[in-house]
């Protein structure tokens, strides 16, 4: 019996690592990943053999080792996981309690039956198919849970795995095991039944509302939009009134300009031509780019920047169809663009100015961002990024736009020297 014991926990580690290769986003490379992973698995079958082999019976050295594999289990999913925080946890110590149902499973079946090879069999099944199932049903879950900058902390979900895990070691490994009293066998299975369900509905609902939150943000963002055309429409009609007075008064002028060269008056003239000008010029509605909303974002955020008497530097460069999506992109913008007319507003005047470079193309994109920056700035020591000091609910927009630079693959760098802030996205597509 004690060598069902070996193979069963051999597979729940492998089965583990297994979990935790699959779900979390990783932090290193394939290779490497996958060597963190098998010394752990190595290291934590050494210690079956200890309490198992070498120490039978021994509750203390049990307790220990027990408790000493539980960490490397959950540190080796901190470590290989890219965003170390409690979502990770929540699912390393979730990868715990699915595994431990296997090794139920088996101890289940070798009781029942005193086949070792179908109580192996079964633990192996039960094992592969619990992968499988939460793999292709909620893997795209635990990925989007992973992927999303939630702006709070979620211990409180690792509550969940803990309690779960505690109850099937009080149950069926310790202090006595499922060998020694059998009876606690039928609770042992509806609990297993009772977590897979619960973890499917919590599972479920965060998806939901993490779906909420994107529609907020996507109803938000159609708003800026709508805002955005509504007034370009209104510049357009603005404009369109004032040339058609200038076309009226046309004529005028230029019976002014004929009487004033027959007098040799040039100087009055230039400044009637002049006047001209100015008209046209201030009546001509920009165009930053191409693509319909970025351009319409762009408008705004440049009547923003001369609310506030800042000079914006824009060398944009971004087609009519981009590769990547527009209404993120749009809110990466925004978010760059009004953290640097915050910065700067209340700034000394010849420092009011913001040289952007935004540029967006099939091989590439780049959004390079440079202000003047006399406060002293916070970076996070994880992302590298400034760190809001306005309290709580405030830098949300660092972390969107972080979000979408993880999800392209891109990097991003940002420093602050001489009094400039300078951030640079770049993502190669």
């Not at 110590?93 to 005193?114: C, D, E, F, P």
């Amino acid at each position: 019996m004690i060598y069902v014991k070996n193979i069963s926990y051999m597979f729940s580690h492998i089965f583990f690592m297994a979990f935790i290769y699959l779900f979390p986003i990783h932090r290193y490379s394939q290779k490497k990943t996958i060597a963190i992973c098998f010394v752990s698995c190595t290291i934590m079958n050494l210690l079956d053999i200890l309490k198992l082999n070498l120490f039978p019976g021994n509750a203390l050295i049990y307790f220990f080792t027990t408790i000493l594999q539980i960490a490397i289990a959950q540190s080796t999913g901190l470590l290989i996981s890219k965003k170390r925080d409690s979502r990770v946890l929540f699912i390393s110590l979730s990868a715990s309690n699915y595994v431990i149902v296997g090794s139920i499973t088996a101890s289940i079946l070798y009781i029942l039956t005193g086949s070792v090879i179908l109580a192996l069999t079964g633990n192996l099944l039960m094992h592969l198919t619990i992968l499988l199932v939460l793999y292709y049903k909620i893997g795209n879950i635990f990925h989007k849970f992973c992927e999303r900058d939630l702006g709070k902390s979620w211990w409180e979900l690792c509550l969940i795995p803990v309690f779960f895990f505690c109850s099937f070691s009080c149950i069926a490994f310790f202090p006595y095991t499922l060998y020694e009293y059998p009876q606690n066998i039928p609770v042992s299975i509806f609990l297993m039944i009772t977590m897979l369900v619960s973890y499917i509905v919590v599972l479920r609902y965060l998806d939901s509302t993490n779906k909420q939150v994107d529609e907020y943000w996507k109803n938000v963002m159609f708003g800026s939009y709508i805002k955005g055309l509504e007034s370009q429409n209104y510049l357009l009609k603005q404009s369109e009134l004032n040339l058609k007075i200038l076309r009226h008064d046309i004529r005028h002028y230029s019976m002014m300009i004929d009487s004033l060269i027959e007098q040799g008056e040039f100087d009055e003239i230039r400044n009637i031509t002049g006047h001209i000008n100015k008209v046209v010029n201030e009546n001509k509605v920009d165009q930053y780019c191409e693509n319909l909303i970025i351009n319409t974002l762009l408008t705004q955020m440049v009547g923003q920047a001369k609310s506030f008497h800042i000079a914006l530097h824009l060398d944009v460069m971004i087609p009519r169809k981009i590769p990547v999506n527009e209404y993120a992109f749009a809110m990466v913008l925004a978010n760059l663009l009004e953290n640097a007319v915050q910065n700067v507003k209340n700034a000394e005047p010849s420092k009011r100015y913001i040289n952007g470079k935004i540029h967006c193309t099939e091989e590439y994109l780049l959004i390079d961002m440079e202000n003047e920056c006399e406060h002293e700035l916070l970076f996070d020591s994880l992302t590298g990024l400034p760190i809001s000091q306005k309290g709580k609910g405030h830098g949300l927009g660092m972390k969107s736009v972080q979000a979408f630079c993880d999800k392209l693959g891109g990097n991003i760098d940002c420093y602050c020297e001489n009094n400039k802030f300078r951030i640079i996205l770049f993502v190669k597509l």
